[in-house]
C-alpha cells in the first residue's frame, strides 16, 4: 500500500535555531500534501495544504513566515520551523494524497522539542 | 462550516469487553466518515470508512455505519484485545471543502489484561 515517510522521527534544536522536516511519498506521486500540528492529547490542527509546484496555502492563525513549506517534486514536501522557540515543540504530522478524492496517507510524525 | 463532535476519553476497558465510541457531524455537503487510529509516538492509520449514508466500514473487528438521520458514525468493537489501545479519531471529508479532513477530538482507549 502506499507510504508515506516522514524524517526525522524526533528532533531537540536549541531555541533561535531552524529544523526541517521532511515528508515524501514513497510509491505514489503527492499532488497534495497536509501539514498538521498536534499537541499533547489533542486532536490534530491543519496548518497547511501544499499543491506541488504551487504556494502553499495557510490556516488562519498560521504564520507563514515561521512555517515555511516547500512543494518541489510530486514525491516530496518540507517543513521548517524558524527561529524556533519553546512554544514550537509538538508533534507534526505530514499527510498525502494523488488526486482530489484519494484517501489520504500519514506520515508517522515528528516529535520536535525546542529548549 | 464541518465539524466532528466524538466521545471524551479516556476510556479504560478490560479485554474481550465491547468498546463503542461515539462520533457525530455537521457538514455542508455529502461528506464521507472516517475512523483513524493512532498508535503511541505514530503518525495515523485508516482504520475504516464510509462514503455514503448507511454504508457500514469494517476492519480488524471494528465496524461503523453511516447514520445520515443522525448525522452520526459510531465505531464500535465486541471484544478488544490489549493491542486495540491506542487514540481513535473520528473524521469527516467534504468535497465541498476540497476533501479536507476535519477531526474529531480523539478518545483515548486502554484496553487492560
Known amino acids: 500500500g502506499a507510504v508515506v515517510s516522514q524524517h526525522p522521527s524526533r528532533v531537540i534544536c536549541k531555541s533561535g535555531t531552524s529544523v526541517k522536516i521532511e515528508c515524501r511519498s514513497l510509491?505514489?506521486?503527492?499532488?497534495?500534501m497536509f501539514w498538521y500540528r498536534q499537541f499533547p492529547k489533542q486532536s490534530l490542527m491543519l496548518m497547511a495544504t501544499?499543491?506541488?509546484?504551487?504556494?502553499?496555502?495557510?490556516e488562519q492563525g498560521v504564520e507563514k513566515d515561521k512555517f515555511l513549506i516547500n512543494h518541489a517534486s510530486l514525491t516530496l514536501s518540507t517543513l521548517t520551523v524558524t527561529s524556533a522557540h519553546p512554544e514550537d515543540s509538538s508533534f507534526y504530522i505530514c499527510?498525502?494524497?494523488?488526486?482530489?478524492?484519494?484517501?489520504?496517507?500519514f506520515g508517522n510524525g515528528t516529535r520536535l522539542t525546542v529548549t | 462550516g464541518n465539524s466532528v463532535t466524538q466521545m471524551e476519553g479516556p476510556v479504560t476497558l478490560s479485554e474481550e469487553a465491547f468498546l463503542t465510541i461515539n462520533c457525530t457531524y455537521t457538514?455542508?455537503?455529502?461528506?464521507?466518515l472516517f475512523w483513524y487510529v493512532q498508535y503511541p509516538g505514530e503518525g495515523l492509520q485508516l482504520l475504516l470508512k464510509?462514503?455514503?449514508?448507511?454504508d457500514k466500514g469494517s476492519n480488524k473487528g471494528f465496524e461503523a455505519t453511516y447514520r445520515k438521520e443522525t448525522t452520526s458514525f459510531h465505531l464500535e468493537k465486541g471484544s478488544v484485545q490489549v493491542s486495540d489501545s491506542a487514540v481513535y479519531f473520528c473524521?469527516?471529508?467534504?468535497?465541498?471543502?476540497?476533501?479536507?479532513?476535519?477531526f474529531g477530538a480523539g478518545t483515548t482507549v486502554t484496553v487492560r489484561a
Open positions: 499527510s498525502a494524497r494523488n488526486r482530489v478524492d484519494s484517501p489520504l496517507h
Open positions: 510509491d505514489f506521486q503527492a499532488t497534495t
Open positions: 501544499s499543491n506541488e509546484g504551487s504556494k502553499a496555502t495557510y
Open positions: 457538514a455542508t455537503g455529502y461528506p464521507s
Open positions: 464510509a462514503t455514503k449514508a448507511d
Open positions: 473524521a469527516l471529508s467534504d468535497p465541498s471543502n476540497d476533501y479536507k479532513l476535519s
